[in-house]
């Protein structure tokens, strides 16, 4: 388990998002029903429930599992971003992607044809919001992986016979006040804790270095939310 991962259990969770994005994505389904949540953190199942649906939460790991199983959410047990066999039972299949490492196009498909008729899919995906910097892209694609562009996803959706309702894109805090900050303040108890050891020297560098590129440039990569119905 490397540095950021430890990081990552004690938080709410591992990548940029929050509880104002979820809501407004939320907001923006317009449907209602069985929902399923496939991610990286328990709080959107919560916040689905709270909406009125029936939730399903699919989260591969075990701590944040155990955090909705507790909130009186059903829960799957799966591997990272597996979609369960009975995902087209549901009205709402959320999935909180990062970067596909087979192509947006083959996560894409794989949604549409698990995805029952008329459901409503959201698909997050980290995107290149307009043409990167060369300094941005090489950072990018080494932490990350290779990113879309914004606009060939919505290209692509349709392709898979998706039509898209709506997006949204995660806004800047979802970043730094909800992400970066709470992983820095992790990042200091855990050198209270255990000492600047080889893990935390490494890893606290490359955490540095990635918030100071999104500080740098914010207004080239985030998060989209793609509402689409199948």
Same mark, same amino acid.
């Given at each position: 388990m490397n540095f950021l991962s430890i990081l990552h259990g004690s938080l709410e969770r591992s990548s940029a998002g929050s509880r104002q994005t979820s809501q407004?994505?939320?907001?923006?389904?317009?449907?209602?029903?069985?929902?399923?949540?496939?991610g990286d953190e328990a709080v959107t199942p919560l916040l689905?429930?709270?909406?009125?649906?029936?939730?399903?939460?699919?989260?591969?790991?075990?701590?944040?599992?155990?955090?909705?199983?507790?909130?009186?959410?059903? &829960? !799957?047990?799966?591997?990272r971003?597996?979609?369960?066999?009975?995902? /087209?039972? #549901?009205?709402?299949?959320?999935?909180?992607?990062?970067?596909?490492?087979?192509g947006a196009a083959h996560r894409l498909e794989q949604l549409k044809s698990s995805c029952k008729k008329g459901a409503v899919v959201v698909y997050r995906a980290l995107?290149?919001?307009?043409?990167?910097?060369?300094?941005?892209?090489?950072?990018?694609?080494?932490?990350?992986?290779k990113l879309p562009q914004?606009?060939? &996803? !919505?290209l692509t959706a349709r392709e898979a016979g998706f039509r898209?309702? /709506?997006? #949204?894109?995660?806004?800047?805090?979802?970043?730094t006040v909800n992400y970066y900050e709470p992983l820095l303040n992790a990042a200091s108890e855990y050198k209270s804790v255990h000492g600047e050891d080889a893990a935390f020297g490494s890893g606290f560098g490359e955490l540095s270095?990635?918030?100071?590129?999104?500080e740098l440039h914010c207004e080239e990569y985030s998060y989209v939310y793609?509402?689409?119905?199948g």
């Open positions: 407004q994505v939320i907001s923006m389904c317009r449907c209602s029903g069985r929902a399923l949540f496939l689905l429930k709270d909406a009125g649906y029936t939730v399903t939460a699919a989260v591969a790991d075990e701590v944040r599992a155990q955090k909705a199983a507790q909130a009186g959410i059903d &829960v !799957l047990s799966v591997q971003f597996e979609l369960p066999d009975n995902s /087209d039972e #549901y009205d709402l299949l959320w999935y909180n992607g990062t970067v596909e490492f087979d995107c290149w919001l307009i043409e990167p910097s060369p300094d941005t892209r090489r950072f990018c694609e080494s932490r990350f992986g914004m606009d060939s &996803v !919505l898209t309702e /709506d997006f #949204y894109i995660a806004p800047r805090t979802d970043w270095r990635e918030t100071e590129m999104f793609y509402i689409l119905k």
